[in-house]
């Protein structure tokens, strides 16, 4: 069995975001891998740009806020080896371009999510997100973010199609690369306090797996 990690587009991503993540929408994709097992993808991880840049901001603070990537789709057909999912977060943070040195990532907890995967990959935990409510378009899974950009306010409000929920909780796990120099001076800068690792029991949600054609073939 051999387990490699290769950069690929967005493109071939978006029938694992859409189909098998249980969000179903496309989030901002900057990078993207999949993880390949005796040449056929098995998985694939991808890391983008925080929806808001007060996430970025309100990890370490503003002078870090560029370096900031959140690990926002993750997903692993079944049947795979042991540890796949871990090897595939590792390894992928490992080929990300130098300049991002902070990775945050969510385990949503309105789908069961502990975050067990991030535990395994010494991420540090900072607690559940605060409870707030978002703007949702009913039928429709687009980000509260495109939403609020799509109609003011005041038209939200007014139009029958809109409505606001309360946003999920999840648990924020956080995680610094570089150097052991640049690690210790953004974990003395970190905002949110350490906390104990969360425990449970994790719930899995149906999904397909994807089947994928072409293989990695060896140079």
């Known amino acids: 069995m051999k387990r490699e990690i290769f950069q690929i587009s967005s493109k071939e991503c978006m ?44 990890l370490c603070g503003r002078e870090y806020e560029k370096e900031v990537l959140e690990l926002n789709r993750l997903v692993i057909n079944s049947g795979v080896p042991k540890n796949s999912a871990s090897f595939l977060v590792a390894n992928s943070m490992k080929m990300l371009p130098k300049q991002y040195k902070i990775i945050v990532s969510y385990a949503d907890t309105s789908v069961g999510h502990i975050g067990y995967v991030y535990q395994a990959t010494n991420f540090l935990y900072t607690g559940l997100t605060i409870p707030m409510k978002e703007w949702r378009m009913k039928g429709e899974k687009l980000h ?7 109609k003011s ?9 809109f409505e606001q929920i309360q946003r999920p909780r999840k648990h924020r796990y956080i995680r610094f690369l570089g150097t052991k ?22 719930k899995k949600y149906n999904s397909p797996d ?8 060896e140079l």
């Open 15 to 58: 029938e694992w975001v859409l189909k098998k993540h249980y969000a179903q929408r496309k989030p901002r994709m900057q990078f993207c891998f999949g993880l390949y097992i005796n040449g056929i993808v098995q998985g694939v991880i991808t890391f983008g740009y925080p929806a808001t840049p007060f996430v970025s901001r309100g």
């Open 144 to 150: 509260s973010q495109n939403v609020c950009k799509s």
């Open 153 to 161: 306010l005041k038209e939200r409000k007014e139009d029958d199609n």
């Open 181 to 202: 120099e640049e690690i210790a001076e953004r974990l003395a800068k970190l905002i949110y306090p350490q906390a104990p690792y969360p425990k449970g029991i994790s």
């Open 210 to 217: 994807i089947k994928v054609l072409q293989s990695k073939l």
